[in-house]
């Protein structure tokens, strides 16, 4: 097949409203007299309320309504946004109510206010007098795990969300044939999303008495049918609309803000009320990425060759399951692709501290395991006096590796191929050699480190995305997909995709940004890197469907049959030597209006997906490490991507651009920090929790591999996430490099290199 | 949300000393970027607020002609980085001033709000504490003139008295011309970040020898402070590594660094004793003394 739009690299269509200020996100909508909703939140990370008394809150002119967990359904519920399932077994662990009687982390949620206005609600929080009694708070895994620790939910009989895990082979008999067992520990922060826009919805209930939600939300129908759970009412009384978002990075795979605003609006009599989280609120009370421990053994043959591997994880989830043991199982997966093991042993377990719940971020537990898989990787080769870089090739498995567990097979791999142009791109031989015997306080190193991931979470998850097409009078097209565009640019490869089966020029494309679960196809919304590999696939059939009818009205019209058609730049033309018959836009208007065989063109489908491509991919790094200072700088870095068919480079490339950055973060500075005794947040604002700057980042080397996977639409895989995967290890292993000393924990902070270095007697 | 009940605007200084005089809760504002970001986060719970970003007289930057400079507490930081008169005789100062924040915040926040507020961790102070800057406050009565060394009382907290206003930052002719400085900011972030440490370190040099050597540390104690002892060493001490390392390890000293969730007190020290070192490398190249390797 010949392309002329996909792969090119088309504007985004929603660039010039978004620059000018044109798009409108949540909090540009008003509705008249909207209330404004606050929180009050605990200041204890474990402590039951004894007395609360709001009737001073009340009293104060302009308070409208105070809620306490007394004033709002008891339903449990689960907030993570995966699609329902139909088999109770297999349904997150509901484990919340809109408001809590008990707090399990400082900042959760005892009572609301609304009021009208800001001021008047921050004033009405200050006035709710409640008597806490203060529990003993479990602040580590390791605290949770001990026998008689402190119930974090007295409902289960322990701390632990999961800890089902799986083996292939057998680990203990591998370990045997294996000539070298290594061992490493490794340990990584809790990290926070930091999206621009923090988490925002207002509700009110409209003339038909349905709750009406706008919420800055990655997954509107999810967020229905959870809100109808949390609420006790049919899920069709409930309206969610999305309109643009500022981004989300799974955090707004979570349904955050909007049971409580439901609640709110319905105890001022449907009255429009927002709740607009603080960046000091977002930051603790919405979601963040688990921090895990990793422990690896692995066997090893004499000749690099990988035999076993067992690993042991503890992944911290904090209060409250949200996407829960989801995340240690993410992990556990999407690594397999990569390298050979002939026996693997996952054994994790996801357990509640007294600590922000975590949930879904970028990549969903993989940064985690390859932080620590290819770290290890690094230790092993050094060992073995290989090569880092051999030592991963031998290994690697490559096209027709078929998951033993899941069944997912590797049509398409471009692996190799990725590691040759990241060494040639960074230099590597050449520099390698020039930083040898490095004495100065400066010093420089290179490291690597590859990934695998998946599109999409067949076959764990349902894969079901809509799209519907309407042909226009003028041949243009209204394109609807039940996905989100949350700056990723989804919304511009469908345009792409539609217009390239359309045989349409881009802008005669209109899609329809705004998702509205009461108009918008279904979708499950925007995670797992899913949206130009799953609903791509929807968006093509229907373009596929829409062309079908076309040019099957025009067989009407003319009696050249349809095969003998094929539509090019808006006309009709004969397929064969391309003479056009006539422009589409007089099919469309005969479609409307002609008297008797008039039947506006239009498709509404939807794609199961049960494939998933697995895409791969390599982080090559330069550091300079000043060993006096202990402060490390990226000076190069390159990301080359095998996400087979790029649909549009330049959107490609910004999403790389965002990933490392996010990685370089994850890497260096980026983590979230609690007092150690009482639980409480001490850098929950982007002064302290330090997110790297434009400044601190380097220019970012992108290439692609591109490889063709037959089962994308356009041979196309996953790249949302894959750019935050692997920075974080290549910076570590250039760390490694540049200085002999192997790092197990991140972020590597100037203060923890200076602690390490002076272990390392280097300072 | 911001908690303000009265907003006051006055034109001259005055005005300004006059409305204090009348109303002594009243809160100075100028680019608020400390002041609102308290507010924000309610360590301020309410205030009546002076603002004085329209005394525009307070943003003057001038050389008298005894050479004296006059930095008005209204000047901000970007202006004070593309100031001549700021880039010709004390170009530290321009080094401290770009440091700060970003751009946005730049153009906003003004050297007298850094220096009102009492932070240990004000990017302009180590500077002004080596060029042994002093501060002309006002009141409706009268004004007086006190080192910024003075100034300072504890974290937070600076020796201005109701009534008060910071109107102009002086720095002498003596403690600035035939000087080199140099101003190290050290913190996570290349920009829009706190200092682990600031190092403001200047030195005049004649014959390969240091005739003076003043260094201003901020995040080293409570307040910014001056490294006495190992400026005191340095003085008719030839140029050269010994001598800075003897700088570097005197240096540590005079800080009172302390051990935080930010950074541990032994690492602070380090970081002292290695980017005084630094910095006064700097300085010497610019005071015109040759190049320590
Ligand atoms: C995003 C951001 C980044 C920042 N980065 C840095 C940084 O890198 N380095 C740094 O040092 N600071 C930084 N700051 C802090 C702040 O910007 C500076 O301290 C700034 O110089 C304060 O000046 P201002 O004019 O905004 O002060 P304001 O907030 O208006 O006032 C600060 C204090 O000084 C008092 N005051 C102000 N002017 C006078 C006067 N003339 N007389 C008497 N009292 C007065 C006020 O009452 C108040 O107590 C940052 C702040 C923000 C928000």
Known sequence: ?????????????????????????????????????????????????KKIDVSKAKALPGVEAVLTYKDVPD????????????????????DRTILTKKARFVGDEIAAVVATDDLTAEKALKLIDVEYEVLEPVLTPEDALKENAPLIHEEYDNNIISDFGYQIGDVEESFKESDYIFEDEFETSIVQHCHLENHISYAY????????????????????????????????????????????????????????????????????????????????????????????????????????????????????????????????????????????????????????????????????????LESHMENIARKLNMDPIEFRRRNLLGEGYVDPLNGNKVLSCGIHECIAKGKELINWDEKKEKYKNQTGIKRRGLGMA????????????????????VLNQDGSVQLQIGATEIGQGSDTVFAQMVAEVLGIPVDMVHVVSTQDTDISPFDTGAYASRQTYVTGMAVK??????????????????????????????????????????????????????????????????????????????????????????????????????????????LAEGQVHGGVSMGIGYALSEEMLFDEKTGKPLNNNLLDYKLPTIMDTP????????????????????????PAISPAPAIRNAVLDATGVAFDRIPMTPQRVFEKFKEAKLV | MYNVDQYFEPETIDEATALLAEHPNLLIIAGGTDVLIKMHSGKIAQADLLSIRKIKFLETIQKRQDGTLSIGSLATFTQIANDPIIKENIPVLKEAALSMGGPQIRNVATIGGNICNGATSADSASTLFALNAKLKLQTQGGERVIPIEDFYLGPGKVDLKPGEILTEIVISPEDYQDYGGHYIKFSMRKAMDIATLGVSAICRIKNGVFEDVRIGLGVAGPTPLRCQEAESFAKGKTVSA????????????????????????????????????????VAIKNAGGESLA
């Open chain 1, 1 to 49: 097949m010949t392309v002329n739009v996909v792969g090119k690299r088309v504007k985004r269509v929603d660039a010039v409203a978004k620059v000018t200020g044109k798009a409108k996100y949540t909090d540009d909508f008003m509705e008249r007299d909207m209330l404004v909703g606050k929180i009050l939140r605990s200041p204890y990370a474990h402590a039951i309320v």
């Open chain 1, 75 to 94: 339903n449990k519920y689960a907030t993570a946004g995966h699609p329902y399932s139909l088999d109770p077994k297999h349904r997150d662990r509901e």
């Open chain 1, 205 to 372: 209930v409209d003339a038909d008495d349905r709750i009406v939600i706008v919420s800055s939300t990655q997954i509107p129908h999810i967020c229905r049918r959870i809100v109808g759970q949390a609420l006790g009412i049919p899920w069709g009384r409930i309206r969610v609309i999305k309109p643009y978002i500022g981004g989300g990075f799974g955090n707004k795979q979570d349904v955050c803000l909007e049971p409580l605003n439901a609640a709110l609006t319905l105890a001022v009599g449907g009255r429009p009320v927002k709740i607009d989280l603080s960046r000091e609120e977002c930051m603790i009370a919405t979601r963040t990425r688990h921090a895990f421990k990793y422990k690896f053994k692995t066997g090893v043959s004499k000749d690099g060759k990988l035999i076993a591997t067992h690993i042991t994880a503890i992944s911290n989830n904090g209060a409250y399951a949200s996407h829960g043991h989801s995340i240690a199982m993410s992990a556990g997966t999407k690594f397999r692709p990569l390298y050979s093991f002939k026996s693997i042993k996952f054994d994790p377990v996801t357990v509640y501290t007294n600590l922000p719940a975590a949930g879904a971020m970028r990549a969903y537990g993989v940064p985690q395991i390859k932080f620590a």
């Open chain 1, 450 to 469: 590859c990934f695998s991931y998946a599109s999409g979470t067949h076959p764990v998850g349902l894969e079901l995305a809509g799209a519907r097409i």
């Open chain 1, 541 to 650: 059939k229907a373009a596929l469907e829409i062309k079908e009818k076309i040019l099957n009205f025009v067989w009407g019209m003319t009696d050249i049959p349809a095969e003998a058609l094929d539509i090019e730049d808006a006309n009709i033309v004969y397929k064969h030597s391309g003479e056009v018959v006539m422009p589409l836009s007089k099919v469309a208007m005969q479609t409307y209006y002609d008297t008797v065989f008039a039947k506006p063109i239009t498709s509404d489908t939807s794609n199961n997906a049960r494939v998933n491509a697995m895409s791969f991919g390599v982080t090559f790094a330069e550091v300079e490490v000043d060993i006096k200072t202990g402060k490390i700088e990226v000076v190069e870095i390159f990301n080359v991507h095998d996400s087979g068919k790029i649909i549009n480079p330049q």
């Open chain 1, 699 to 722: 220019d970012i080397g992108v290439a692609f591999v591109e490889t063709h996977d037959p089962t994308g639409p356009f041979g196309n895989k996953s790249l949302g996430e894959p």
């Open chain 2, 242 to 281: 010994q001598t800075l390392a003897e700088i570097g390890k005197l240096a540590v000293k005079s800080t009172k660094a302390r051990t935080s969730w930010r950074a541990s007190k032994e690492y602070r020290e380090h970081l002292v004793e290695e980017l005084s070192q630094r910095a006064l490398k």
